[in-house]
């Protein structure tokens, strides 16, 4: 089946730095989001980003969804950030939607 | 505040037994999707019920159960409970029941099986 990958799995930044978070998908995807997982848990949907390049403040997103990549920008980064940021897509005429495993960012003041 | 209720924000229970899990959607949402997050895993879909029938069914075990009432309210059933169950579940709610719209995440319910 269908793959969402991304990377890197890992990061931490001091504040005020910039990071791109890439997400990979295996085949042709449908309806890519990215989505917050802050440290309590709470689930926060980013960005709904089929494909081109979308902007909400200090956070952009941008698919290329011939290339299967989406990659998630977050400038000037703060320790509120901090969390699990996950890509996730649905794959053809599944209703289902596949998620990658996430990248924890972690952002030190 | 998404707009997605889900209660019991906490639970523990101890093996062997059966907890209801339920979900209050957007005003407006018909679908209503259920999501298993254990620790240190991604989310693993469930179940997806859109105005009240079932329409897609993940990596649901046969000791789990969900429905939806006419009122659009969602309930999980868990049973049997396993120490393995113990998990994050949180539901989502979209407008629609195709892949056109993003989803809004309630807050999740931590079960803990003791």
């Known amino acids: 089946g269908i793959q969402v990958e991304q990377s890197p799995p890992d990061l931490i930044l001091q504040e005020g730095a910039n990071s791109t978070l890439r997400c990979n998908f295996s085949?042709?995807?449908?309806?890519l989001q990215w989505f917050h997982q802050n440290p309590w848990g709470q689930l926060i949907n980013l960005f709904y980003?089929?494909?081109?390049?979308k902007q909400n403040g200090r956070l952009s997103a941008t698919t290329v969804a011939t290339e299967r990549y989406s990659l998630l920008y977050i400038s000037s980064s703060q320790t509120t950030d901090s969390g699990v940021y996950f890509c996730?897509?649905?794959?053809?005429?599944?209703?289902?939607?596949?998620w990658g495993l996430g990248t924890s960012l972690g952002v030190n003041p | 505040d998404s707009g997605v209720t889900q209660t019991p924000k906490h639970l523990i229970t101890a093996t062997g037994q059966r907890v209801t899990l339920r979900c209050s959607p957007r005003s407006g949402d018909l679908s209503v999707y259920w999501y298993q997050q254990s620790l240190d895993q991604g989310l693993q879909f469930l179940i997806h019920?859109?105005?009240?029938?079932?329409?897609a069914k993940g990596n649901i075990l046969e000791r789990f159960s969900a429905q939806q009432f006419p009122d659009l309210h969602s309930e999980l059933n868990l049973s049997s409970l396993e120490l393995g169950d113990s998990a994050l579940y949180f539901c989502?709610?979209?407008?629609?029941?195709?892949?056109?719209?993003?989803?809004?995440f309630g807050s999740g319910t931590r079960l803990t099986v003791v």
């Open positions: 989502a709610s979209s407008v629609v029941s195709n892949t056109n719209y993003g989803y809004t």
């Open positions: 980003i089929p494909s081109g390049t």
């Open positions: 996730a897509a649905y794959a053809g005429n599944n209703r289902k939607l596949i």
């Open positions: 085949d042709s995807v449908n309806n």
């Open positions: 019920y859109y105005n009240g029938e079932e329409r």
